[in-house]
């Protein structure tokens, strides 16, 4: 998704996970039957698995064309078993099955980007957008405060995101 068209959005997104507070689970076992093979889009899928069944907060950014229906890399046969692993650790595994991918814990928020999207000056997630974002009341004032200073224009949409 590397649409300028998108990056507001993805951006707003998890800025107001951020916002709107988390809960930390980096000691949480996996406690469910978990055996990943390597694909292109091991990573993202099997993190949205983990914290659908853990019930944690993540944000995922994924390269363009990862997951797509058909599409694969060369298997190189690699598969790792999750199961009974803290999430630190079965993250660790996974970045090691597929290191085209990194995770970060952001205070409880597991984020897990393309490797070369942390350090990418061109990408909208590595802009920084003010020194302290106001306490938002909705989600609606934290996507007005987070796409305000990126130069979004919400005209026509109300508190309630009902367009005009």
């Not at 085209?100 to 920084?128: C, F, K, T």
Request: proline share 7%; glycine share 8%; aromatic share 4%.
């Amino acid at each position: 998704m590397n649409s300028p068209r998108f990056a507001p959005i993805l951006a707003a997104l998890l800025a107001v996970v951020l916002l709107c507070g988390v809960g930390h689970g980096a000691e949480r076992r996996i406690d469910f039957e978990l055996d990943v093979n390597r694909s292109t889009c091991t990573f993202p899928r099997t993190l949205q698995i983990i914290a659908r069944r853990l019930e944690l907060p993540i944000g995922v950014e994924i390269r363009a064309g990862d997951c797509q229906m058909g599409r694969a890399i060369p298997s190189s046969g690699a598969s790792v078993r999750l199961t009974g692993l803290t999430l630190h650790e079965a993250l660790r595994a996974l970045e090691t099955l597929d290191p085209r991918y990194s995770w970060r814990d952001n205070a409880g928020l597991i984020v897990l980007r393309p490797a070369d999207a942390w350090d990418d000056p061109s990408n909208v997630l590595n802009r920084v957008v003010a020194a302290q974002l106001p306490t938002p009341s909705t989600a609606f004032d934290a996507l007005v405060a987070v796409l305000r200073p990126l130069g979004s224009r919400l005209t026509g949409i109300d508190a309630a995101g009902v367009q005009s």
